[in-house]
């Protein structure tokens, strides 16, 4: 079971170099920060699961002001780390054109030699999304045709692409990503809507909040549809994305792996830079065996 760390990356966090590689000693598989790039002053959009999970309750958009840049975040931390996959959790991939976040994507995987993930999202807030110009109601299949003009762009050179949403001429694009043919693709969302999209995009899911049942059921529907679009069971992981209450359980652990998990990623919760490096070492104390 590989184990990972989430920092909600903000203005008042400590320096990400400093979390980034205290990480990587602890043994951290991986380090996720998200993407938020602006909001409007006002919003009336709430989040649609607050009544049925109050972590989520509590993730008010007022926090999202504070994000800092993930992209620049993790090129950061990719000087002074060697091991540690460096992923955006999650990136909202329709906010960007896909020629700039495929330049974004390919200098951090270059940067950070090849140990880049992005994590991918379509977002929840209407105001915020329609503030770049994304289609709210259709963001899936806007952000869907995102991900294919940025793998056509990869696979350059001059590839052009013509879509719903994006006309791209033929352009030559250096530097291309280090991972070929692109780096991993991970996309977050709940049960109800994400399985389908995984097996046709995806190497990986960003599970939030996933119980140990639910994650049984989840590894049997997705090695299923995997073998019927002839991909190999077992190909997407299954990154479980925050443990229920903030669990630190060794045993909570075990369950997630026997329930076929491949990652979990417990949220760090500090912002003062000596109790944030405290936290991350009881973490891994637990977790990290």
């Given at each position: 079971m590989k184990v990972g760390i989430f920092v909600l990356l903000s203005s008042n966090s400590p320096d990400v170099a400093v979390l980034a590689q205290r990480a990587e000693e602890l043994g951290f598989d991986s380090f996720w920060v998200p993407e938020h790039i602006a909001i409007p002053a006002r919003v009336d959009s709430q989040h649609p699961r607050r009544f049925e999970d109050q972590d989520y309750a509590q993730e008010t958009p007022h926090v999202y002001w504070q994000i800092m840049d993930p992209f620049v975040a993790l090129g950061r931390a990719s000087a002074v780390t060697n091991r540690i996959k460096l992923g955006t959790s999650i990136s909202l991939v329709a906010q960007h054109h896909p020629a700039h976040l495929a330049k974004l994507v390919a200098t951090v995987d270059t940067y950070a030699k090849g140990r880049f993930i992005l994590g991918v999202g379509t977002g929840w807030l209407r105001e915020e999304l329609e503030l770049f110009g994304v289609d709210f109601d259709h963001r899936w299949t806007q952000t869907a045709e995102a991900l294919s003009a940025m793998q056509t762009i990869f696979a350059g050179p001059e590839n052009g692409f013509k879509g719903r949403y994006y006309d791209i001429p033929a352009i030559d694009m250096d530097p291309k990503p280090v991972q070929k043919p692109r780096p991993p693709i991970y996309l977050g969302g709940w049960p109800s809507t994400i399985f389908q999209r995984l097996?046709?995009?995806?190497?990986?899911?960003?599970?939030?909040?996933?119980?140990?049942?639910?994650?049984?059921?989840?590894?049997?529907?997705?090695d299923d549809l995997s073998e019927k679009a002839g991909r190999p069971r077992g190909c997407i992981d299954i990154c479980v994305f925050g443990l229920p209450d903030h669990s630190t359980d060794p045993s909570l652990v075990e369950a997630y792996a026997d329930a076929g998990a491949d990652t979990v990623v417990p949220w760090l919760l500090q912002d003062d830079e000596q109790e944030a490096l405290r936290e991350m070492e009881r973490i891994a104390n637990r977790l990290l065996k």
């Open positions: 097996v046709t995009h995806a190497d990986g899911w960003l599970a939030p909040r996933l119980t140990v049942e639910a994650t049984k059921t989840a590894r049997a529907t997705l």
